[in-house]
């Protein structure tokens, strides 16, 4: 057996293993402590980068919330407004339109005033010629004398 080269491979085998775990375990546990710890760290990291994100998408919902209703705000004030300046147009143009039909009868009231004296000035004009005219043939030259004195 002591001659056998499997028997001393086997035996310098669990030597080292005896070596290896009397000496190598505290560097390996290190190293696996500090692999834990890591993997603990980035862990961690990633939980609080995932609660930021949720605050950040969170927040900005919200934003986007209040963005929609002050747009749907605009919109509604632009329609009261659009409403207003419409209504105020439609007075506007009615109170044209009745000023401009009011200045309208003045004119036709004034025509007619106008035609009523013209016809009026043509009367009296044909009145004092038919009268003169009639006065002329009628009247001889005693009679005439008589009227002026």
Do not use: C
Request: glycine content about 4%; proline content about 1%.
């Amino acid at each position: 057996m002591l001659q056998d080269p499997t028997f001393w491979v086997a035996v310098g085998f669990l030597i080292l293993a005896a070596l290896a775990v009397m000496f190598g375990h505290k560097p390996v546990l290190t190293m696996l402590d500090a692999r834990v710890d890591a993997v603990k760290a980035s862990l961690d990291e990633a939980a609080s980068l995932r609660e930021e994100a949720q605050q950040l998408l969170a927040e900005y919902q919200r934003k986007q919330r209040d963005a929609v209703k002050e747009t749907e705000g605009m919109v509604a004030r632009a329609k009261e407004e659009a409403e207003r300046i419409a209504e105020e147009g439609a007075k506007n143009l009615e109170a044209t339109l009745k000023r401009r039909e009011e200045l309208a009868m003045e004119k036709i009231a004034q025509s007619e005033a106008d035609a009523v004296r013209e016809v009026r000035a043509m009367s009296v004009e044909i009145a004092v010629e038919a009268t003169r005219v009639l006065i002329a043939q009628k009247l001889d030259g005693s009679h005439a004398d008589a009227l002026v004195n």
